[in-house]
């Protein structure tokens, strides 16, 4: 095929494509908007589930839990263990360590706490990144008498130094120790969602201060061997665990097995169904700016059938008049590709700006890829096709001899156009139907979600996460004197009506342990959660009690041991009897905190109303409430109920604790409302607004796709109905017989889209909550709106109908 073929072929497309402007304007503009919206979903796929992490080989990087029978994770290790599987297995390059602590540092601004991590020090090169500033962590950091230093993020170094090159070698006092920075990582290294890396040196005897209740854990990390698979990965460690487990028995327990999990699966898993379930919904609103266009390059050709009539007698070949039409299709698809690319640009920072925060690495970088742009001209180029074939293919079979005489309209071919038309306004209605009841069903949950009865009032409750600076408060004693402080400045903060300690933010309790109930066998059923407190937590949250009595001030300053209970561990572990003043014994803290009372049961005075510990969607699991002096170990918060502004009385917190402590530092403050928005309420919200935004514009073409159809059909009978009104046909009749047509294209589309609806929308079962996948009022409320909107858009061409004038139609017979 000569070039110059082509190019004539081009300057003709768009000398044509320029004679219609609107048409051309609306085409591409149509398909603008399905491309943009392809390409904005393919970049987020790409960016959260492709290519999250900048790590070296990250597709192999590959991180091992234990997995406990009935459900549940332990993802970190005791060091024993990680060095154990790090020497011994055959199936990882490479094993890397990391173990959280809060990092509190003085500034300007007073203490400040982030999330810091101990890192075993070849951590920065088994991952492949170098920093931006300064070199690298060695093994010799991690040597016991080594120089204390320490590595910071990008966004720390902005935060604390505003960019100054200077600040390397700067000394800083990070958890009573001065440590020397001595690199600053690039701006997307966030390795462990940390912000500040400190050099570990293990051996079986080291001790990893300062992190969390249980000393001496590891998150481990490392590169599978290129074809190992993770199940065999999960067998090799299965192995070396066995080898561990009487020495471990909190973290081996009986039946559990080992699990290893790719990194992006285990960052990103719990987002992929919604990023392919919004896939879905593109590529169906692609479809429906697709049908579209194609509707009106058909009636295009209807209008253009003269002209193709005549070239093909002057000689052109019907492959010629496909190609020309085709080209003129890929010239619209280009135009559409560039201006879908500009929308997409925009749509991103959009999507970017709205992404649950903690739902995706802070490692993604959500932009406009090289794979991205290929992405979106692939799109171009299928659209084209999809767009054009059809229209092409009917225009060059068209008969000579009919075109040649321009009867256009009501011949055997318009009417066969206006058929095939007609089959993609159906497709559309269809189509739309399964966007909208997806975009339905994620509303009816979202209003579950709302309604859920939390068995506690949420409403102007704050919270204040504390880290106390390690030396100074130690024993359960201290503890409870420093809170005690903290407590009754607050409670004197006006606009506070009550405030508490806490060990958890509900509705969740962190922790979980064994339990024995004094006097019953030792095989009885055992594993609670709970929640360590002090004596006005239940009124700060409004709990009910339902038996006996809650905890007091004595038991808290005593370290009585006494436990309130909730229901659903009196049901589990006492059925019909009365719990109160039996004695439950929780095992497992005896291996956690060195202070907790040994061989010591606590006696059962009250029992509460259940509450939701375990999230919005799971019921409550059994839970035991502690005063919680009863151990120096574990977190500790502030909750407590205001009248007034939230802003405010934080600001007050903030200065009472300064007040009695200038060395605390305040990691988390917020409200419970606003944690339960951000935790169960922002990912269904990012997927109705998006779900929502394309269900909308494909509304909005499907009205467009039904009105172009019907006033085509109008102008194609306009004839028909003026003969039957100089026969004594009414305007009405003629109006209901416009609006009869257009019903049975929305009916059909409708039951259509109905039935792909029942067999799609069970896919995004797990992206909904409180509603069945197949929700009639849902179902229903859709049907509705799709005739409402399709009547509307019927309207318009039935009103023409009836003014058709019979004496210009006889006359014309």
């Known amino acids: 095929m000569p070039m110059t073929s082509v190019w004539q072929d081009v300057r003709y497309g768009l000398r044509v494509l320029a004679k219609s402007p609107g048409f051309t304007a609306i085409a591409i503009l149509t398909l603008a908007l399905g491309i943009g919206a392809t390409t904005t979903i393919f970049s987020v796929i790409d960016s959260v ?10 597709d192999r990087l590959a991180t091992p839990s234990i997995r406990l029978r009935g459900g549940g994770e332990i993802p970190r290790f005791p060091v024993a263990a990680f060095l154990d599987f790090r020497e011994q297995n055959h199936t990882f390059d490479d094993m890397i360590g990391l173990a959280y602590l809060s990092v509190r540092y003085a500034s300007r601004e007073g203490t400040q706490q982030v999330q810091g991590g101990w890192v075993t020090p070849d951590a920065f090169g088994v991952l492949g990144s170098r920093p931006l500033l300064g070199r690298p962590l060695t093994s010799e950091d991690g040597k016991p008498g080594s120089p204390p230093v320490f590595v910071m993020s990008y966004q720390l170094w902005i935060k604390q130094f505003n960019k100054d090159p200077k600040a390397l070698g700067t000394i800083l006092d990070l958890n009573g120790t001065p440590r020397t920075l001595i690199a600053v990582m690039p701006p997307r290294f966030h390795f462990g969602g940390c912000e500040i890396w400190i050099p570990l040196s293990l051996n079986r005897d080291t001790f990893i201060p300062g992190f969390g209740i249980v000393p001496n854990e590891l998150w481990m990390l490392g590169h599978l061997k290129r074809g190992v698979r993770a199940q065999t990965a999960e067998s090799d460690l299965q192995v070396i665990a066995k080898q561990r487990e009487r020495e471990y028995p909190a973290f081996f ?59 093909a007698s002057l000689g052109a070949s019907r492959s010629r008049l496909v190609r020309q039409l085709l080209v003129e299709s890929f010239i619209m698809a280009t135009a559409s590709c560039i201006a879908g690319c500009v929308f997409a640009f925009w749509e991103l920072k959009g999507v970017a700006a709205v992404i649950p925060a903690g739902v995706v690495p802070s490692e993604v970088d959500i932009a406009l890829h090289p794979a991205t742009l290929i992405f979106a001209m692939g799109v171009a180029v299928v659209t084209a096709l999809l767009c054009g074939v059809t229209p092409a293919i009917h225009a060059a079979r068209r008969d000579l001899r009919i075109g040649l005489a321009g009867a256009g309209e009501g011949t055997t071919e318009a009417v066969r156009h206006g058929k095939l038309r007609s089959g993609l306004v159906i497709a559309e209605v269809a189509v739309s139907i399964v966007l909208l009841i997806g975009s339905g069903l994620m509303v009816r949950s979202l209003l579950a979600l ?9 409403g102007n409750v704050l919270y204040v996460n504390l880290a106390l600076p390690e030396g100074r408060y130690d ?8 809170f005690r402080k903290i407590v009754d400045r607050i409670n004197a903060i006006p606009g506070v009506t009550a405030a508490a300690v806490a060990s958890s933010l509900p509705p969740y309790s962190w922790g979980g342990t064994d339990v024995r109930v004094e006097g019953r066998p030792q095989d009885e059923p055992s594993g609670i959660t709970f929640t360590m407190c002090s004596e006005d937590y239940f009124e700060t949250l409004r709990r009910h009690l339902l038996r006996g009595r809650l905890l007091r ?27 109160l003043g039996r004695g439950i014994k929780l095992s497992t803290f005896e291996m956690y905190f060195s202070d907790w009372p040994r061989d010591a049961y606590l006696e059962i005075v009250g029992v509460v109303a259940d509450a939701n510990n375990s999230g919005l969607e799971d019921p409550p699991r059994p839970e035991a409430y502690l005063p919680h002096t009863l151990t120096g170990g574990g977190n500790r918060m502030i909750v407590m109920r205001t009248a007034g502004d939230s802003g405010g009385t934080l600001k007050a917190v903030r200065q009472e604790i300064s007040a009695l402590d200038r060395d605390i530092a305040i990691s988390e403050t917020g409200t419970i409302e606003s944690y339960l928005k951000l935790r169960y309420f922002a990912e269904p919200q990012f997927i109705l ?22 006033a085509y059909s ?8 003026g003969i039957r009104m100089a026969l004594g046909a009414q305007q009405q009749e003629v109006l209901r017989m416009v609006l009869k047509s257009g019903l049975v294209l929305i009916t059909e589309g409708a039951l259509t889209g109905i039935i792909i609806s029942l067999a799609l929308t069970r896919l995004i079962a797990s992206q909904i909550w409180g509603v069945s996948a197949t929700d009639p009022w849902t179902f229903s409320a859709v049907v509705l709106v799709i005739f409402v909107a399709g009547l509307a858009a019927c309207v318009l061409p039935a009103l023409r109908a009836t003014e058709v004038n019979p004496l210009i139609a006889l006359r014309s017979e």
Request: hydrophobic share 50%; net charge positive.
């Open 714 to 721: 109008v102008s194609l009978r306009n004839h028909e109905f």
């Open 253 to 311: 327990r009986p039946q559990y097995t080992m699990r290893v999990n790719t990194l992006q699966n285990y960052s990103v898993g719990r987002f992929k169904p919604t990023l392919f379930a919004l896939m879905g919904a593109v590529g169906m609103l692609l479809m429906i700016a697709c049908s579209n266009v194609a509707n009106l390059l058909l009636a295009q050709a209807t209008v253009r059938e003269k002209e193709i009539a005549i070239r």
């Open 553 to 579: 001030q004595r038991d808290i300053d005593s370290a009585r041991h006494v436990a309130v209970i909730n229901e659903t561990l009196a049901r589990a572990y006492f059925r019909d009897e009365n719990p």
């Open 450 to 458: 709302e309604r859920i009865n939390l068995g506690f009032d949420p």
């Open 475 to 482: 024993t359960a004693g201290q503890i409870e004197t420093i």
């Open 689 to 710: 607004m998006v779900l929502g935004a394309f269900a909308t514009i494909g509304l909005v073409l499907v009205i467009m796709g039904v009105f172009s159809v019907m």
């Open 49 to 58: 589930l492709l290519n999250p992490f900048p790590y070296k080989n990250a």
